[in-house]
């Protein structure tokens, strides 16, 4: 078990450069987002500024293009980032209310069940449609067109990456069903969490060392220093 750990790190730490690298791709996404549109509706403006050329070559597709090619590397090299970190999101109605060592089994049991293969059907049924877009070199059509079959290679390769993540996740689940305290498993924290939650509300309340202390009411006196 020492060693699959040892795995299972490795993978996390190949899956969480990649996030690294999509997280850029986002940035870029963004500021090439924001260059088409400034481009697009400032088309008069710089035109009259700059010149017809640099209005031209800001508002090239090639930039539209690359901003589509962005979404794709953000998407499909991010998407074993996210489920390392358990980021999907889960439509469920039961899985919520399951404790943690429930939660890890059908965790395992999508993994071996579902996501495995997927991953080998998806990589099946693109592989010939990858290869072709490599063989004809295939570019987009457009004026200023990108090239494809680079980001048409991240198709096969992003759910080779989900299968690869699949099994560290599962490493993972495994050692921590088997008490391995160095499992990483996300539902270790969780267990750890309910069971200090239980042990603070199971303890004892501490009751206080003495009770408030009362002054006697002090009787007025009447007027003529009697007793009212």
Known sequence: ?????????????????????????????????AENVIARYGYGFISRTFGEGVAATLSNNTYFEMQTLMYNVVF??????????????????????LKARAKAAVDILGIVVFLWPFSVLA?????????????????????????????KTLIVVAFALLAVQGLSQLIKHVAFLRGRPDSRSIYALEEAEAQRTTVAVSAPGTASASAPATTPATTPASADGGVA
Not at 76 to 97: E, N, P
Not at 127 to 142: C, D, K, L, M
């Open 1 to 33: 078990m020492t060693f699959l750990l040892a795995v299972s790190r490795g993978i996390d730490a190949a899956t969480a450069l990649l996030g690294h690298v999509a997280r850029w791709a986002s940035l870029l996404m963004v500021l090439v987002g």
């Open 76 to 97: 499909l090299l991010g998407a074993a980032y996210v489920f390392q970190t358990d980021g999907h999101v889960r439509v469920d109605i039961l899985f919520s209310r």
């Open 123 to 151: 990589i099946y049924f693109s592989h010939t449609y990858v290869s072709r877009s490599w063989a004809v070199q295939e570019f987009s059509p457009n004026a200023g067109g990108l090239a494809r079959y680079p980001i």
